[in-house]
């Protein structure tokens, strides 16, 4: 064996002090990756003296110490030193422990403390605490003395929550990372995954001669993905490979703890199965920890401090509540993750379903659950109160990071067989109209307004009507003009009973749309313009300004531009007048329009411009379609085919995220299809194709640029990679999608931890992206995409 293989089997050798060096236990399988976080420690230990190694248990903090330690150990004269304090419950134990680990003999006439301390201060070691969180109290302090006297002492702790000392450096070890399930991988792709590659170095173990095939692969991937990357998960789920295939082991992992079960005989027993692991974690914690841990499991795809305060608590107090948050984070219990100055805590799901277990067992599971709908059900109400204002940017964020809540609650609320569940199920499904229409997501929005207008309790005939309006606006946005109708009806027979302004308006408005798409404008018109007469008192909320909108393109559609402008500046002064932006966009997408039909080419363009630049502050992919093409009309009456048709290629691409460019406003196909005949014509077939292709190879932020004549289509031979990303973005997302933190990319790249944060912010930002799981899955897709032509 090399002299730089740093598990040598061979005892322990002197150090050049004469002093005995404490070999470390050998490795008895393979360790998998890790690389960022070896250097990150490595690196903490030359300028720090006491770094803490966290996470929750399974996630292989005692393994990672090990393998720094072993690799830095000819770095300290004096040898490594390794004090395992797993089974250790008594503090008072505590320095009789260290001093057997060093092998100093209880000295009678000295206190021990005293002893260990001399012992540690003339001589360079480096001592690693393993396994601290039960006596974390006692380790503090006892380490704090060191440090204060020891000079040239370095310490290297696990735990399960730091030592919150003076002086402490702080890791927190990760999953591994693990790729997106809802990808279909490749062959070649999911090796990269330190997950992946582990199950598969495990699997290989339990059954000689498994590999990863085109069969596997993908549950292997989902395998990896439902366990969290917990490196323990992986490992006992990979030992069920003696009797399962990966597919049978996906179709039991609904019960993890029942599944994750046979450990090595010969690891600490609580590393031997899930349960007692995560067992382990939870005696650590206090009561109201335990308490909160419990009902915070209702809370799917994470939460923001204001909802845990008022869905959860273990006191009146919301200060207690948060103190006692803080500690959960601290246990390594929850995760903190920070985006574009928004903190959210998310639990590992083997965490959250331990404590989904406990709540439910405490007989608190339905009120917990009831908070959180009446939570969930006022936060889509705020939401729609105050969509047309300055706050629709904060409302679609933070309607997009809780969709897994809402769904949550919806499901939970719509089998919830009580009037109060109906009448909630109603209101969130009405109230969510105007974001799924923002997102395009008209078919979920469909499905659960039709769960909850078939509710049995569901009677209350405003709610009703409310819900059944939305399902017939989606529907026929969605060109299911049969269903739309269908629900209109049912609507108009609740109005019948009992009308008011605002239902009327909702009732005409919903003709108006359906009278558009039959193209009877004259129809549309009519109902459109009672929708706006019977909202005029509320021109601010819904139906007001859609209506508005709507009856704006009508007029365009039927040659009354003049009028459609004149339609499209009402609209301009109450969003401009109270600083919305969506309806806003679509107003000067409509004005440019119309000013296109009248022959005003410059003000067209300069109108079309303005809508793609106030559209990056919601970054609305249909917007940015519909106003990229439109100035590819314009363009192209110009005589400028190429750019004309690179517009086209863009908007197409665009158009595709959201359905088609025809679904997204009537009579947008006919136009099109007499600009591709022009430009065509002038271009040739071939110099078409090429331009349309190099359009639709842009990315959003790259099309709008584009557009905004702030960039040139990129067709050197990297143009395979985007140009909206700098050299160092694209840096920053391939380390993003391998799942470091921006704490372990600013010590790789070694550079502020700010500097990092403000690159990750700026990628997700140009790439309309709201999660570092987007990040991952681009970088993918982007390697694998041949370069544009």
Not at 161 to 175: F, L, R, T, W
């Amino acid at each position: 064996m090399s002299e730089d293989d740093p598990f040598p089997t061979s005892p322990a050798s002197p150090s050049v002090r004469g002093h005995r060096t404490r070999r470390l236990p050998l490795e008895m399988t393979s360790f998998v990756d890790r690389r960022t976080e070896l250097a990150e420690v490595k690196n903490l230990l030359t300028s720090v003296r006491l770094v803490t190694l966290t996470g929750i248990g399974g996630v292989g903090k005692t393994r990672l110490a090990l393998r720094v330690a072993a690799s830095v150990q000819k770095d300290f004269a004096d040898g490594v030193w390794l004090v395992d304090l797993a089974d250790v419950t008594d503090p008072s134990l505590l320095v009789e422990v260290v001093a057997a680990a060093l092998a100093l003999r209880d000295d009678r006439a000295r206190p021990l403390p005293e002893v260990i301390s001399e012992y540690l201060c003339v001589r360079e070691i480096l001592l690693v605490l393993d396994n601290c969180e039960q006596l974390v109290a006692a380790v503090a302090a006892l380490v704090g003395s060191w440090l204060r006297v020891c000079p040239t002492l370095r310490i290297l702790a696990t735990s399960r929550e730091p030592m919150n000392i003076a002086g402490e450096a702080v890791v927190q070890v990760p999953p591994l990372t693990v790729p997106d399930p809802t990808r279909e991988p490749s062959r070649r792709g999911p090796p990269r995954y330190d997950a992946v590659t582990l199950f598969a170095d495990r699997a290989s173990a339990a059954v000689p001669g498994f590999e990863l095939t085109e069969d596997n692969t993908a549950d292997v991937t989902r395998i990896c993905a439902r366990v969290d990357g917990l490196p323990l998960a992986i490992e006992l789920a990979a030992a069920r490979m003696r009797a399962m295939s990966p597919a049978q082991i996906l179709q039991r992992l609904d019960d993890q703890y029942a599944l994750l079960t046979r450990g090595d005989r010969t690891a600490p027993t609580r590393q031997q199965t899930l349960q007692l692991c995560i067992d382990w974690s939870y005696r650590l914690c206090t009561p109201g920890e335990r308490q909160l841990w419990a009902e915070l499991s209702v809370f799917d795809g994470g939460f923001e401090i204001d909802a845990a305060e008022q869905i959860c608590g273990v006191e009146p107090s919301a200060h207690r509540t948060l103190d006692v948050l803080s500690s959960l984070v601290d246990k390594s219990i929850l995760i903190r993750d920070e985006s574009n100055g928004v903190v959210r805590f998310r639990m590992l799901e083997t965490v959250r379903d331990y404590g989904r277990r406990k709540l439910r067992a405490s007989g608190e599971e339905p009120r917990v659950r009831r908070r959180h709908r009446d939570w969930y059900r006022r936060l889509a109400l705020d939401a729609e109160a105050e969509w047309i204002s300055d706050r629709q940017p904060y409302w679609i964020n933070r309607i997009e990071r809780e969709q897994p809540n809402l769904r949550e609650t919806l499901e939970f609320t719509l089998t919830e067989n009580t009037e109060h569940a109906a009448a909630a199920g109603l209101q969130i499904t009405a109230g969510l109209l105007m974001f799924w229409i923002f997102r395009g997501l008209y078919g979920e929005g469909r499905h659960w307004i039709d769960r909850a207008v078939h509710h049995p309790a569901a009677q209350l005939a405003h709610d009703r009507l409310r819900a059944l309006h939305a399902g017939s606006i989606l529907a026929a946005l969605q060109g299911d003009l049969d269903a739309a109708t269908a629900l209109a009806e049912q609507a108009r027979g609740l109005a019948a009973q009992h009308s008011s302004p605002a239902d009327r308006a909702l009732i005409c408005f919903a003709d108006g749309l359906l009278a558009m798409d039959r193209g009877d404008l004259d129809s549309a018109s009519r109902d459109l313009r009672h929708a706006v007469d019977a909202s005029e008192s509320n021109p601010r909320r819904y139906p007001h300004v859609s209506a508005l909108s709507a009856l704006g393109w009508v007029d365009i559609v039927a040659g009354r531009t003049e009028e459609a402008i004149e339609r499209y500046g009402r609209l301009l002064a109450v969003t401009e007048g109270c600083g919305e932006s969506f309806h806003r966009t679509n107003a000067l997408w409509g004005v440019g329009v119309a000013h296109w039909q009248l022959g005003q080419r410059s003000q067209a363009i300069e109108v079309l411009e303005e809508a793609l630049r106030v559209n990056r502050r919601i970054r609305n992919a249909a917007v940015a379609a519909v106003s990229t093409e439109a100035l590819a009309w314009v363009v192209g009456a110009d005589g400028d085919a190429e750019r004309a048709a690179t517009l086209m290629g863009a908007a197409d691409e665009l158009g595709r995220r959201v359905g088609t460019l025809a679904g997204i406003a009537p009579d947008l196909g006919r136009r099109h299809d007499e600009c591709v005949r022009r430009t065509r014509a002038d271009l040739g077939a071939r110099g078409f194709d090429a331009a349309f292709r190099r359009g639709r190879a842009m990315r959003m932020d790259e099309a709008v640029a584009y557009a905004l004549r702030e960039q040139l289509p990129d067709t050197g031979p990297h143009s395979g990679s985007s140009p909206a990303l700098t050299r160092r973005e694209r840096e920053v997302a391939k380390l993003v999608a391998q799942g470091l933190t921006n704490k372990q990319i600013a010590a790789k790249l070694v550079i502020s931890l700010r500097t990092a944060e403000g690159h990750v912010e700026h990628i997700l930002t140009k790439l309309g992206f709201g999660s570092r799981a987007q990040i991952a899955a681009w970088i993918t897709e982007d390697a694998e995409r041949p370069a544009r032509p």
